[in-house]
């Protein structure tokens, strides 16, 4: 049926078929995201969106293939909000719900930089996708990412900046407004351990920065 996602990592033929009538450069491209994508996570599933269309999810959407003429975009479905610190993003950049990498014949792929934003995409479906984090995240006056950016100086842990972005604490200074007793009595608990609530509320006291 359109749309059926197999079985965790295995191939989906109808992927197979689609990658198999592009250019030879295109070809190795999208099996070298293929196998990215997988390497990201062995839960993730290959479908067919949009009737020719390759998908890679994983509790939601990961990212896409879509080939034209001169070159191949990989579309991340990341609701610009995961960071891209070595700037592999090429397109979408005010795009709301997905980003892209376009890649051109003779470009070699940073492979390293793309499976590390996929893992992240990944841990954010995780945790209910972006969807849930821009909800609860940015005042109207921000950027969701701006937002999302300074938690993240205190935790990669996008269940831990979820709880406490639902919370309402969306920057250091609101954790550090708490009080480090306070902080560590209430999100030692949601956070794993109170050792690690203690660490974030270091980080924010020293501006995101580790003591």
């Known amino acids: 049926m359109p749309g059926m996602t197999r079985p965790s990592s295995e191939p989906d033929p109808r992927v197979d078929e689609h990658i198999d009538a592009l250019p030879e450069w295109q070809q190795a491209v999208c099996h070298e995201v293929r196998a990215i994508a997988h390497a990201a996570d062995p839960e993730v599933e290959e479908t067919i969106k949009r009737r020719v269309q390759p998908y890679f999810v994983m509790q939601g959407n990961v990212c896409a293939l879509l080939a034209t003429k001169d070159h191949l975009n990989v579309f991340l479905y990341d609701g610009a909000i995961v960071p891209d610190p070595e700037g592999i993003i090429t397109g979408g950049h005010d795009n709301q719900t ?7 014949e003779g ?15 990944i841990a954010i479906n995780r945790v209910g996708g972006w969807r849930r984090l821009k909800r609860v995240s940015a005042p109207p006056q921000e950027t969701t990412l701006k937002t999302v950016q300074r938690m993240r100086e205190l935790t990669s842990d996008w269940e831990q900046i979820a709880a406490l972005l639902e919370d309402g604490l969306q920057s250091p200074h609101d954790v550090v407004a708490l009080g ?17 609530a203690r660490r ?7 501006g995101g920065r580790k003591r």
Do not use: K
């Open 200 to 206: 974030i509320f270091g980080r924010a006291e020293n």
């Open 107 to 121: 470009e070699t792929l940073n492979a390293s930089a793309l499976q590390t934003m996929f893992e992240e995409i």
């Open 180 to 196: 480090e007793e306070a902080f560590v009595t209430t999100y030692g608990p949601r956070l794993g351990r109170a050792d690690q």
């Open 98 to 104: 997905a980003r892209t990498v376009a890649v051109y």
